[in-house]
């Protein structure tokens, strides 16, 4: 079983920058593949980022591209999100997901497996 923590949410102002981390155990990061959504009040969860299980291979939504940048720590077992130039349509929960398969599907939240139970961002303008 895989537990997965979020952490790093916060308050800020639109153009500022915030980094969420995930804590990841039961399992090792490396063997996993990972990934970010989001659901802002009265909206569905969208899809942020993910890599695949390697690591190597990074894909982002649209709205994420140029501003928010995935990235692992294998050593440490956390996955963090880096987000800056946050615009107010950037406040939601952000949950970190995991699942033990690649898929090409990694933009569907009914492909992982595992999730945290979420960190908020609110982004004021």
């Known amino acids: 079983q895989v537990q997965l923590v979020e952490s790093g949410g916060n308050s800020v102002q639109a153009g500022g920058s915030l980094r969420l981390s995930c804590a990841a155990s039961g399992r090792t990061i490396s063997s996993l593949a990972t990934g970010w959504f989001r659901q802002a009040p009265g909206k569905e969860r969208e899809f942020v980022a993910a890599?695949?299980?390697?690591?190597?291979?990074?894909y982002y939504a649209d709205s994420a591209k140029g501003r928010f940048t995935i990235s692992r720590d294998n050593a440490e077992n956390m996955v963090y999100l880096q987000m800056n130039s946050l615009k107010s349509e950037d406040t939601a929960d952000y949950y970190c997901?995991?699942?033990?398969?690649?898929?090409?599907?990694?933009?569907?939240?009914?492909?992982?497996?595992?999730w945290g139970r979420g960190t908020q961002v609110t982004v004021s303008s």
């Open positions: 997901v995991a699942d033990r398969f690649n898929s090409p599907s990694y933009f569907n939240p009914d492909r992982y497996e595992y």
């Open positions: 890599t695949n299980r390697g690591g190597g291979t990074t």
